[in-house]
């Protein structure tokens, strides 16, 4: 290519980081090799290096920035000072008339491709040592928005040439071991897209905290995508399941948590930026819809496929038209860097009140001192080791992020800047917690617990944790399928690197009392809730949808899905709710709808609510949700369970209910198992056998009423035992009926991670699988491979 001064997107690609910058080299890979795919990148061209060792020489730069350099490396300048006479060089000089003649000339080419005479155009910088795989050099230099004209173009790149020595980009080369002048810097002109009226984000080809790969995550937030980059708002954040985006049906987003979105980043009448406040309909709306989400979630897969390797994505939405573009593409540097055969474990054992929470980046656990630090000016007092709280960080922050055992702010969403930069350093970070600065202490001692899911916690004082590091690899395989027992959706992708065969148990209930928090029957009826404050909170839960029944039904649905995607296409068996009523009356709302019980455990629950007038109505809302987890979201590997079913005929009636509401037995593939809990399902096993498709056996249910043995009551906890022969007699005799019908049979319960014999024993029955929980998964999992060891 020669000594080019401009080279068009269309003309550049992966191969000419050296001469155009990783963004640059990217944005042309898109433009020339992905608009076949859909991918919109906005058109422009890029300044080349040779043009930036032109600048240099034709001013004579070269060696008074080596001095300055030097007068820093040998410790006889800072870096404030150096920083700021190396831009003042820079922008005291002049471009070359060849460069400034190219531009011109580019820049009028640009005009009539574009249909216009002063088309604003965004000027961005991209450094030949950026966006490389194990490195990003995230926000290291600068961007100018809406430039109109020749001359403030000329301006705008003499100013993305200072960029290359903001303090922030020196510190960064230096950690990074990169030499200042080295590096040279390309200029990148894009058409401007209008997200200042429209909407921005950014978006990652994998979960960027666990790791999980078969994910999109987009963050998505009103006006210039600066505020999601910086984390100074609360985006929306949506997450799509990338195997069945190849499903024309499916629409497979199984997440849509709505953020704060207080304000936006627009331009001024003057070009610049300004930040405004959002208003009240903008906080509360969605700002993508499902068709955008799941063409952004396409574009991903696309561009990850074509790199080879995870994306980290910007994106952007051209209020005026309507239309996305991608506006960005580098490599993703974290998870990339993680091995795949090892997993780390990180144990909470400390009890302590919740300060906070946010969103949890990274999996791991910080104890320290609280060191808050409210703007730049203060950075010089940050205490190595300590916990860094503060609002929210920008590139300049760095040095000190580096620093710290962990990291809070009371701004930003998993896509911000201080979560990026976290993840990058391995430093567990809480963001978005809304008041950290104002609700912790300087000095104060907390916990910063990112090891409980997609919520992080913060608590008081320093608490005990442990770390188990486990080589997966080296893990056995045994015949017994094992499977999990996942319960919390947030928490669902912490696991996908165990080799399980599937969920063995998805708690429904678990998402209604955790996610929706609401009665099922309280959403029917909100006319009959008495309790004026539980009306409230059911309507603020249940603002920006349609009504409180479509509310639940699109929290319970991406519950479940979340549920569903880590092990899939492996099965993942939901078991409808089985709370009792005394938990039911406990929901918002609930109590006018349940009766006090003597004996809840023993009273109106599982399969006798669904068909019973007084819960039928919501139960019919969890057939609904089941539907569009299997028929909308496309998880078709969804089974369904339904606990605590006394009787063949209470089997019939509740299957006839869930046919009547979309969910008949063998339609769409769809398995049907219940639960193997009470005495009766042992002895009739034989006509279970012809209603459902598997059992499951539920340890806990099964010995408290075997035994007659209240399973919460403490004074007979000695007597509480799965492993008695009356309960193991009625396992061996459900394990052999169930194989002599030809249905498959496991267990859920907690025995097999309690008791390495009682797991010894299921598989010598033959159980076909055993469900654990997660936690206990790594142990038991050898106890299993064991016991099917020849002569055990």
Known sequence: MGHRHILWFDEVGLGDIAQVGGKNASLGEMTRTLATAGVRVPDGFATTAAAYRTFLAANGLEPRLAALLEELRAGRAGLQATGAALRSLILASTLPEALAGALREAYRSLAGRAGADRPAVAVRSSATAEDLPNASFAGQQETYLNITGEEDLLQACLRCYASLFTDRAISYRQAQGFGHLDVALSVGVQRMVRSDVGAAGVMFSIDPDTGFPRTVVVSAAWGLGETVVKGSVDPDRYTVFKPLLARPEAAPIIGAAIGGKERKMVLAEDGSTLTVATSPEERRAQVLDEPEVLQLARWAVAVEEHYGRPMDLEWAKDGATGELFMVQARPETVQARRSGDRFTVHHLTGKGPVLLTGSAVGESIAVGGVCLVRSPADLADFRDGAILVTEMTDPDWVPVMRRAAGIVTDHGGPTSHAAIVSRELGVPAVVGTGNATAALADGDAITLSCAEGERGRIYAGALAFETEDVDLGALPHPRTDVMVNIADPSAAFRWWRLPAAGVGLARMEFIIGNLIKAHPMALVHPER???????????????????????????????????????????????????????????????????????????????????????????????????????????????????????????????????????????????????????????????????????????????????????????????????????????????RKAHAAGIKIGICGQGPSNHPDFAAFLVREGIDSISLNPDSFLRTVRTIAAAEAPGR
């Open 529 to 735: 809730v008495q309790d004026a404050e539980a009306l409230r909170r059911i309507r603020e839960l249940a603002a920006g949808f349609a009504d409180p029944i479509e509310y639940f039904v699109h929290t319970l649905a991406q519950g479940i899905a979340r549920l569903a995607a880590p092990y899939h296409p492996g099965p993942a068996i939901v078991r409808l709710s089985d709370f009792k009523s005394n938990e039911y009356a406990h929901l918002l709302g609930g109590e006018g709808f349940e009766r006090p019980e003597e004996n809840p455990m023993l009273g109106f629950r599982g399969a006798s609510r669904y068909y019973d007038e007084r819960y039928r109505a919501g139960f019919e809302l969890e057939c609904r949700a089941l539907v569009r987890v299997r028929e909308h979201l496309g998880f078709t590997n969804v089974v369904v369970m339904v606990p605590f079913c006394r009787t063949p005929g209470e089997a019939d009636k509740v299957l006839e209910v869930m046919a009547a509401n979309g969910l008949e037995r063998g339609r769409n593939g769809l398995q049907v198992y219940v639960m193997c809990e009470i005495p009766s399902n042992v002895v009739l096993a034989e006509e279970f056998a012809k209603r459902f498709d598997g059992f499951s056996i539920g340890s806990n249910d099964l010995t408290q009423l075997v035994l007659g043995v209240d399973r919460d009551a403490e004074d007979l906890a000695a007597l509480f035992d799965e492993r008695d022969p009356a309960v193991t007699t009625m396992i061996a005799e459900a394990i």
